[in-house]
């Protein structure tokens, strides 16, 4: 899913692999970018299960705004992973509900 | 407390714009954006923009946003990143969050230049992972490098539907269809072409009636909708797709005009609340304006202009700028956005259907409802003259605010003239050299240049081309004509990548004679 070559923008400038967890496995993406981007590359698609009807939520907006995007984050629910920089170590959950006491 | 001489909410085209304008008058100036980036959505705007040299057409947005951010840092404003400005009370004080802090600002004008947020389509399944904003879909691929999908289908062929999905097809995903429950594309004509005549279809009058998938999108149902939108039973269609863009139109962010109390109303029954305000931005509260789609959605060259408008009526306000200087200042930046308001995709113009151009030609109802236009029409528009020898074949048929073309001829066959959404004229006596500089010069991909009799049968078609791989010399691939049916062989005699060209490669193939004004396209693998 990663665009290497692009007709206008070039080839990727280098950056730097970090390793982080999603829901326990080990993925590895660019440091920096948006924890939804490097979820998006790795395939994942599925970020949160919604309170009510465990309806599964994605990448939806991609800036921050709509808050669809939201996972637990290094034990920290209702993180916007759109516009969160990824970083080493990261652990990455997918969120179930609100994310907090009523987390399944 | 700080203080500041004026306040930007918003790092985006107009707030930056608006912040240089009056720093460059000698305000004391702080923008505040609620991102980690500046720019707004400029640096994801990888096309080039359309209007004339002051409005810095055929540069690409993202060029544009590093112009202007290098201006306003010269210009020493103060740019608050990761700052959300939660409130705008009473004497044009902020409350911002910055981090886990709050803290209080106070402007003694305030300009907000908060933009807008994509509307968005319920249908079944439209909560799905896979449907997104077209929006999203562009910062994911020209910010995140991400592709959003590997198939995809847009629905809204406003300029956001058809400029982002030429972009997916640019990052290399397959664009399945291009979706519009109006009768008409509602975005440039060009900006249809360019999609069309890559191969994808086009469905106005038709509407998705649902998205499938348990857990992300697998496929989607299309419909062809009456004169009432509902969908005509027996009219769907399905496609396998694993992303569904939506484009449906912005919503200006008002909430904060709304929270100081500033008069709003609706310009238009339906068009949502709007600002009230003076013509230059002010709105009923003294002091306070609004700039750039937050006071009604337009392109991000009339967003910079309203910037510049409202910021340097903030400095004559202040008493920073003489009030000749002021005067001066606003007539040559209205004149500028004038230029913008004219043509069928005026704001004035909006919800209505032009049938003929300016100068009296037939709007190409082809172009409208499939994005394309007819063979037989294209000779009709003044850009376009069959002659003999290398010509410059301009398919611009619409009124739209453009010229770059006009000053990009070495030679002065293309004339637009002083009204810039005139349609270009060629005139075939000036003698073209078949320099291509108006190819790559066209932000709307709209001119070619054609020889139509090279000797052997062969006529050589010349196109701009901003997909990879670029062809090789020599290699032979298929022509494809403006509806994007491959229609027969062509082989690639040049590619020519010129850095003054700013990514837009010209390429040059030969087709049968009888092609030559038909051959608008060219992909890799036999002609089938």
């Known amino acids: ?104 | 407390m700080t203080r500041y001489d004026l306040i930007v909410v918003g790092a985006g085209p107009s707030g930056l714009s608006a912040a240089a304008e009056a720093a460059a008058n000698g305000l004391k100036v702080a923008v505040f954006d609620e991102n980690a980036r500046p720019g707004g959505q400029l640096f994801k705007q990888i096309h080039k923009f359309f209007g004339s040299k002051e409005h810095k057409a055929k540069l690409r947005g993202y060029d544009i946003g590093t112009e202007l951010l290098k201006e306003a840092q010269e210009q020493g404003v103060e740019v608050y990143l990761n700052a959300v400005v939660a409130g705008l009370y009473a004497d044009k004080e902020i409350v911002v969050r910055l981090g886990e802090k709050v803290a209080h600002f106070k402007g003694d004008t305030v300009i907000i230049a908060t933009g807008a947020s994509e509307n968005m389509l319920t249908f079944e399944g439209w909560t799905l992972p896979g449907v997104m904003g077209a929006g999203a879909a562009q910062t994911m691929m020209n910010i995140n490098r991400v592709k959003p999908g590997e198939r995809v289908l847009m629905l809204g062929s406003g300029n956001v539907g058809l400029v982002v999905g030429f972009q997916l097809l640019q990052a290399g995903c397959e664009l399945v269809a291009l979706v519009d429950a109006a009768p008409r594309v509602g975005g440039y004509g060009v900006h249809a072409a360019k999609v069309a005549r890559t191969g994808v279809p086009f469905y106005l009058s038709h509407t998705i009636v649902k998205a499938e998938g348990t857990d992300r999108v697998t496929g989607v149902t299309i419909g062809e909708v009456d004169s009432k939108w509902q969908v005509i039973p027996g009219s769907e269609k399905r496609f396998d797709v694993d992303t569904i863009c939506i484009a449906v139109g912005l919503s200006s962010s008002t909430q904060l005009l709304k929270m100081a109390g500033c008069e709003l109303a609706e310009r238009a029954a339906g068009a949502g609340y709007l600002p009230v305000c003076s013509d230059v931005g002010e709105t009923s509260i003294s002091g306070l304006y609004a700039a750039g789609d937050v006071s009604g959605i337009e392109e991000a060259s009339s967003a910079m202009l309203e910037g510049r408008i409202a910021g340097i009526s903030a400095a004559g306000k202040l008493g920073f700028a003489a009030q000749e200087a002021v005067t001066a200042r606003l007539a040559t930046l209205t004149t500028a956005l004038e230029a913008l308001h004219e043509g069928m995709f005026a704001p004035k113009n909006r919800g209505k259907s032009v049938d003929k151009t300016e100068e009296g030609y037939d709007v190409s109802t082809n172009l409208l409802k499939k994005g394309y236009l007819a063979d037989e029409e294209i000779t009709k528009y003044p850009g376009v003259k069959s002659v003999s020898g290398i010509h410059p074949v301009i398919e611009c048929t619409q009124n739209i605010p453009c010229n770059p073309c006009q000053d990009s001829c070495p030679k002065k066959c293309i004339t637009v003239g002083g009204n810039i959404v005139t349609l270009p004229v060629f005139d075939e006596k000036a003698g073209c050299i078949g320099c291509g500089q108006c190819i790559a010069a066209c932000s709307g991909q709209a001119i070619f240049l054609v020889n139509e009799d090279i000797g052997d049968g062969l006529a050589a078609v010349t196109i701009p081309s901003e997909f990879l791989p670029l062809p090789e010399k020599g290699e032979r691939g298929a022509a494809l004509d403006r509806a994007g049916n491959v229609i027969g062989t062509a082989e690639v005699t040049d590619v020519k990548s010129v850095k003054s060209f700013d990514h837009t490669n010209l390429v040059t193939f030969t087709v049968p004679k009888e092609l030559g004004m038909r051959a608008r396209f060219w992909r890799k693998g036999a002609a089938i």
């Open chain 1, 1 to 104: 899913m990663r665009i290497t070559e692009h007709p206008i923008l070039g080839a990727s400038e280098e950056r730097r692999t970090v390793t982080f967890t999603h829901d326990g496995a080990a993925y590895t993406g660019f440091e920096g970018e948006p924890i939804a981007a490097a979820l998006k590359a790795a395939g994942i698609v599925i970020h949160r299960y919604t309170k009510k009807y465990h309806s599964p939520r994605g990448v939806f907006c991609a800036i921050g705004r709509c808050t669809d995007c939201v996972m637990v984050v290094n034990g920290q629910p209702n993180v916007r992973t759109c516009v969160t920089p990824l970083a080493e170590g990261m652990t990455v959950d997918t969120q179930h509900g609100a994310g907090g006491e009523d987390r399944q």
